[in-house]
């Protein structure tokens, strides 16, 4: 699976174009129908999750779920400090980095550093509970605290 945002929409034609923040990749077509079979509405600006395969020699979304971001109405972009619940849901030994997954807004993931992970004491296993802090680096919405999460029964 790809992560990233609707960047063009045609609305007559019924097609537009994904920009893949994860992995990196030139703009994926995507057709109405895959983002309509997701219940998501085609508006620039909505991030997705999505598949790709090969469409006659070219790459094309076929299916897509939408993703809540930082930019969503109900997400105040300024309570940067509070301490949320998480769940490791990505990593990528290779580049170094994984993504948190936020447990009172699902679907919503947040950009980690691989090396803050272990550094924290936090195991880098998919599903690992955590706590973490958000805040910003070049602009974007990143993990700048973290800590491993013992649920107590």
Request: glycine fraction near 10%.
């Amino acid at each position: 699976m790809a992560w990233g945002e609707l960047v063009r929409w045609d609305e007559e034609r019924g097609f537009g174009f994904v920009r893949s923040d994860y992995p990196a990749m030139d703009d994926v077509f995507v057709h109405r129908l895959a983002l309509l079979r997701a219940g998501i509405e085609p508006r620039v600006g909505t991030a997705l999750e999505f598949e790709v395969q090969d469409h006659k020699g070219r790459p094309r979304v076929v299916s897509a779920k939408r993703l809540s971001t930082w930019r969503d109405p109900d997400v105040d972009p300024t309570d940067k400090t509070e301490k949320l619940p998480g769940r490791i849901a990505h990593i990528n030994v290779a580049k170094r980095f994984a993504f948190v997954a936020r447990d009172d807004i699902p679907g919503t993931r947040v950009f980690v550093r691989y090396n803050d992970l272990g550094k924290n004491g936090v195991p880098a296993v998919i599903g690992a509970p955590v706590m973490f802090e958000v805040g910003e680096r070049g602009g974007k919405p990143c993990v700048i605290a973290i800590e491993p999460f013992e649920q107590r029964h």
